[in-house]
């Protein structure tokens, strides 16, 4: 087959009505020619055999994936990052391409999608053995089918009357082995303190020492009492996370007995589940990120975790929660901050989803949150920040509260921890502060 027949998995972005196209970009190490490396790329998440034998016809024009640019970014490099080898012998180069994939070939179906974009015609093209997925571009035309967040951020907002700060989350504590009359009072006293929503932790299931539904009856009722005493909506957050066939049951009766959102495991139950889900809750709905780090954490190799952001939000998760800032979460601020852009930036119609970028905060880690993120439509979510404070929850819930004044009146959270005692215990039991611009 000559060179020049290759050139059909190329194409000149202004040629193409981009509106039937996906837009895709890739970073690829290959062997030998970055050019037919990339048309085999093209090839096998397409067409890969684009005529029959004996048939004069080419199905490219409408059925083929088409290199819409193409950036080597290295090349002659001594081998390839992560220790495989390419199937044919040559020269390594390191790429950055766009590709455009007409979304015909899948139809508005989120496991179509990933099934051509992630699938075997990607990580097993030839002589391209390292292959990242790093971001994902939706056209309106193809968003149309989609619904989206019911809620997104200003819904959220409206339900619990809060609008010019931080929503308030808080991963009640201890997160597995207690029953649910002790859980549900961890809540109600979080909710005392001013935590606006309580939640189950992404491991906590429909078990027999803490059945949801028993959960779900003291938590609303808990809940409801703390919106008496203090005047202000609370919602109770229950993890529905199972097998697919029990979702929607789960659902029904959580939400009967008193839950008024539900958080689901999103790729572990799987986002074709979660958008039927959506179509039949009437509460929001939020995101946690089992299985994403395998996927995304290596800088060179599978799917940059803003296109998981991306593929929730289509899926219609009104609150996405990821990995945040700190060491422990091994992602980097720029990951973060990506990863809440893709939340809030414009997609089409679909609403904004609200991101809440999690993982070892409290009280004293709030003010560099909020710098980092230069926003306040994000959600702030200790766990032990609140549930471990040494005066107890009330009083964990209460030293956010405290901080978040502080910061809005733009006075040093360490100074004025000595006139608030929460505030004060949570630096001693938690400190020292981090540099805010850290």
Request: include cysteine; hydrophobic fraction near 45%.
């Amino acid at each position: 087959m000559k060179a020049t027949d290759w050139d059909g998995f190329f194409a000149d972005a202004r040629t193409l009505d981009l509106e039937d196209y996906i837009l895709l970009d890739y970073f690829l190490e290959c062997a030998g020619d970055p050019r037919l490396a990339a048309a085999h790329f093209c090839a096998e998440q397409s067409t890969a055999q684009w005529r029959r034998v004996g048939h004069d016809e080419d199905l490219r024009p409408r059925f083929g994936a088409r290199v819409l640019d193409l950036e080597v970014i290295a090349s002659d490099l001594p081998a390839f990052s992560y220790g495989v080898e390419a199937q044919t012998p040559g020269p390594i180069s390191a790429c950055r391409l766009r590709i455009a994939h007409p979304h015909g070939n899948f139809g508005a179906r989120i496991p179509n999608l990933l099934s051509a974009v992630c699938g075997e015609g990607v990580f097993f093209a030839p002589n391209a053995p390292i292959v990242k997925l790093l971001d994902i571009h939706f056209p309106e035309r193809w968003l149309a089918h989609f619904q989206g967040p019911r809620f997104g951020v200003a819904g959220l907002r409206e339900r619990l009357q809060v609008y010019d700060r931080p929503i308030f989350f808080g991963v009640i504590k201890p997160n597995l082995g207690l029953p649910p009359e002790a859980f549900s009072e961890l809540g109600y006293e979080a909710w005392l303190g001013g935590l606006d929503i309580a939640k189950d932790d992404e491991m906590l299931a429909d078990v027999d020492w803490c059945p949801l539904e028993r959960r779900a009856a003291l938590l609303g009722a808990a809940r409801r009492r703390a919106e008496a005493e203090t005047g202000r909506p609370k919602i109770y957050l229950a993890n529905i996370t199972d097998e697919v066939a029990n979702l929607a049951d789960l659902h029904d009766r959580a939400v009967a007995q008193g839950a008024n959102a539900l958080l689901v495991n999103a790729m572990p139950t799987g986002l074709s589940a979660v958008r039927q889900l959506r179509a039949h809750t009437q509460v929001p709905l939020m995101a946690h990120f089992p299985m994403i780090a395998p996927f995304s954490r290596l800088e060179r190799f599978g799917i940059h975790s803003r296109v998981f952001t991306k593929l929730q939000r289509l899926a219609g998760f009104d609150v996405i929660i990821m990995p945040g800032f700190g060491a422990r979460m091994f992602t980097s601020d720029q990951e973060v901050r990506e990863n809440v852009e893709a939340c809030l930036a414009p997609m089409g119609h679909l609403k904004p989803s609200l991101p809440v970028p999690g993982g070892s905060d409290w009280a004293g880690t709030l003010e560099r949150v909020h710098q980092r993120l230069g926003t306040v439509d994000f959600g702030f979510v200790p766990g032990r920040g609140v549930f471990g404070h040494p005066m107890g929850p009330r009083a964990g819930a209460t030293s956010i509260c405290q901080a978040w004044e502080v910061i809005a009146n733009a006075r040093s959270v360490q100074a004025e921890a000595e006139h608030c005692p929460e505030l004060r215990a949570a630096i001693e039991a938690f400190g020292p502060l981090p540099g805010a611009g850290a």
